[in-house]
DNA sequence: ATAGCGAACTGAAACGTTTCATCCCGATGC
DNA sequence: GCATCGGGATGAAACGTTTCAGTTCGCTAT
C-alpha cells in the first residue's frame, strides 16, 4: 500500500508537506502543489483514514443502529439522517438490531471502539445493561423512535400514546364494538404506548378489546396473526396493528380466505409506509415523520458533538396523524 | 478517552501484558489476567479499533454498497451479506449509492480511505470512471446483481434476460398483444437486459411493444408512468415493470382511475419482494433469490480477501422464476 | 547594510495499538 | 551446584497520519 511518504520521497519533498496539499491547499505554492498532486495520481496514493482519525482522536461517521431495516419506516429514518449528516460532511453507517438485545450490544460496542463521532439509537428497550454499558464510553448519543427524560439525553420521537388514541377513536367513530389489537413485542416502548394510546381511546366505551401479541413485527407474523384471529368466534369487526408490516400481514390472511376488508373486517396499520397505500385494500394508518425525525436526530446528534459550548438535552416530540383510507371505509 | 496504558498503569503491568489480556488471554497467568480485567471494567476501557487497524493494515469491515436501500430486494440481499460476514467475524456497512455515479464514487473511496477488507458492490454503471478508480486501491470486490467477466472480477447475479423473457412469454401465453414495458433507467445493465429479454420473448409473435423510460425505479415513478399509460389509446392490455416497485406504482395509479387488474390491464413486476404478495392485486412478479445472492457474494468476496492461494475469480448467474399471481390471471 | 518579516517548507513528536525480541526467575535434570 | 528450560512479563519498534515549533530564504523597510 502506497504511503504519504512514498509520496513525499517521490515527489522531493517533506511528509509535512505531502500532508499540507491534502488538508490545506492554500498554504502550499502552486508549483509544490502541482508536484504533489501529479505524483498522487500517479501513484494512486489513498490516505488512511485509521492513521488519520488515530491522530485526530475522533472519527467522521455517526452510527444508526435501528430495529429493522427490513421495515420502510426506519429506512425512511435512516435518509432523513443521512441527508443531515452529509450535509455536515459526516458519513453514516446505518445497522440492525434486529430487535435483538444482543445484537443492539454487539453494534453498540462496535460503535464504541470505531470512536464514532455519536450515535443515533432507536433502542430495544432503555432500561437494560447494553445501553447503561454504552453510556459509559461518554459517546454523545440520541435516541430516535423513543422518549427519554431529557435531562438525561436528547430524543426524537412521535407521540405513540397519541397515535394509539387516534387507531382507536376512529375504530370508535366507525361503529366497532369488538376489536382485535395485533400487537408487537411489549418489550419495546413503541408497542406499550400504542397499546395504552387505545386502550384509553375505547376506555368506558363498552368495547370488547382482544390484545395478541406477536413475536416480531413484520409481514409474516402480521399472516399469522391474521390466520388466527380469522378462526375466533365471535370474530372481531376491526383490527388495529402496531405496525404497518404486521397489517399487511393481516390483511394478506383476509383476502386470502375470502374474508371482506373493511365489509367484514376494518383493518388500522401504524407507519403509514408506502407501501400502505398500494395494499390490496388500500390501508389506514397513523403517519409519522420518518424522514423528519432522523433528520432532527442527526441535527442534534451533531449540535451535542460541536466541539463549542454544549446546546443541553431536549426532547423533540412530534404528533402523529391519521391517514384514513378503504380499509377503515364503512 | 482511557487507553491501554492507563490500564496499565493502574494495573501496574506492563501495556504488552494488557494488549496479551485482551487478544490471548491465554498466554497471562491466572492472577495477573484477573486483576487486569478487573481494572478495565474499573477504567471502562475500550480499546481504540482505529489504532489496532492502523497496526493491523487492514481492517474486519466489508462494504457494501446498493442501488437503492428503499428497495426491499436489497435490503434482503444486505440480510444475506451480513449473515455470512458474521459467520466469518466480520461486520458490513452498508450504504446506498441511490443510482448517482457520484455518490457511488464518493463512497467507494470512503471504503478506500477506510481500508476495508473488501467490497460487495452492485454497481450504477461498470465502465465509468468511478469503478475503475476504485480498481487501483487493489481492494477486492465482488459485484453484486451484475455479471462481469469472471476474468477480471467475481460476480454473482441472475439472469435477467431469462428474467425479462420468463415475463414476456407468460404475457404471450395469456394472450397478450399489446404490451408496455415500464423501464428504469437504461444506464443499469438490470433495466438493459430485462428490455432484451422481454423483446426476445415477443420477437416475431406480433406483439405492439412500447417502451418508456422513468428516471427511477420506485412507487412514485410506477405511479407516473400508470398515469401516463391511462391516457393512452388503444390502451395497452399488459404491462411489464422492470421493478415490483414501478408495478406497484402503476397499479395503484390503475386502481385509482378504477382500470381493473388483470381485467382490462395485466401486470408483471420483477422481483417478488415481500409486498407483491400483499398489494391490492396481488402481483406477478419474477423472483429473485435476493438473500442467496448477498450470501453468496459476501462468501465469495470472503475466500478472496483469505490470506491463502487465491481461488481465482468466478461468476455465479442464478436463474430467475415466475410466479405467477393475480395481475395476470385470465 | 541590516534587521525584521512572512511565505514556504521541514523534521519530529504524538496518537493507541500489536508484536516480537528480550529478560527474569523458579523449577528441573544431571 | 550448574546449565537448561520455559512460563510470564517487559520494552521498544512500527503502523500512517497530523500538527507544530523551527528553519530557510527572498523581500521590504529603515
Redo the contacts between chains.
Keep these: 500500500?502506497v504511503g504519504i511518504k512514498d509520496v513525499a520521497r517521490r515527489a522531493g519533498v517533506s511528509i509535512g508537506t505531502v500532508s499540507n496539499v491534502v488538508n490545506r491547499p492554500d498554504v502550499v505554492s502552486d508549483a509544490t502543489r502541482a508536484k504533489v498532486l501529479a505524483v498522487i495520481d500517479e501513484l494512486?496514493y489513498?490516505?488512511?483514514?485509521?492513521?488519520?482519525?488515530?491522530r485526530a482522536?475522533r472519527?467522521r461517521v455517526l452510527g444508526l443502529l435501528v430495529l429493522d431495516?427490513?421495515n420502510?419506516f426506519f429506512?425512511d429514518v435512516?435518509?432523513g439522517a443521512e441527508e443531515a449528516a452529509r450535509e455536515a460532511g459526516l458519513?453514516v453507517?446505518?445497522?440492525t438490531s434486529s430487535q435483538q438485545i444482543d445484537t443492539e450490544a454487539s453494534y453498540l460496542?462496535?460503535f464504541?471502539?470505531?470512536?464514532v463521532r455519536g450515535v443515533l439509537l432507536s433502542p430495544v428497550t432503555t432500561d437494560a445493561g447494553a445501553l447503561c454499558a454504552f453510556r459509559?464510553?461518554?459517546i454523545p448519543f440520541v435516541l430516535v423512535d423513543r422518549t427519554a427524560p431529557a435531562d438525561e439525553v436528547s430524543s426524537v420521537s412521535v407521540d405513540d400514546v397519541v397515535g394509539g388514541m387516534l387507531a382507536g377513536r376512529h375504530l370508535l367513530e366507525t361503529g366497532h364494538r369488538r376489536i382485535a389489537f395485533v400487537n408487537g413485542p411489549e418489550v419495546l416502548a413503541q408497542c406499550r404506548d400504542r397499546r395504552h394510546g387505545l386502550e384509553a381511546a375505547l376506555a368506558g366505551s363498552g368495547t370488547e378489546l382482544s390484545t395478541m401479541e406477536v413475536p416480531a413485527l413484520d409481514?409474516a407474523s402480521g399472516r399469522e396473526a391474521g390466520t388466527r384471529l380469522l378462526a375466533r368466534t365471535p370474530r372481531p369487526t376491526a383490527v388495529f396493528c402496531a405496525n404497518d408490516l404486521l397489517a399487511?400481514?393481516v390483511?394478506?390472511a383476509m383476502v386470502g380466505a375470502g374474508v371482506a376488508v373493511p365489509g367484514e373486517v376494518a383493518i388500522v396499520g401504524y407507519d403509514d409506509i408506502?407501501?400502505a397505500?398500494?395494499?390490496?385494500?388500500?390501508l389506514t394508518s397513523v403517519r409519522q415523520p420518518a424522514r423528519l425525525i432522523g433528520r432532527t436526530a442527526a441535527d442534534l446528534l451533531i449540535a451535542e458533538t460541536g466541539d463549542g459550548e454544549q446546546p443541553g438535552h431536549r426532547a423533540v416530540v412530534y404528533e402523529p396523524s391519521l391517514v384514513i383510507r378503504e380499509s377503515t371505509r364503512r
Design positions: 500500500m494512486g489513498v490516505r488512511d483514514e485509521s492513521a488519520r482519525q488515530l482522536g472519527s431495516l427490513g420502510p429506512v435512516a435518509r458519513n453507517v446505518t445497522c460496542s462496535m464504541a471502539e470505531q470512536r459509559r464510553s461518554r409481514v399487511l400481514g390483511l394478506q408506502e407501501f397505500g398500494a395494499a390490496a385494500v388500500p
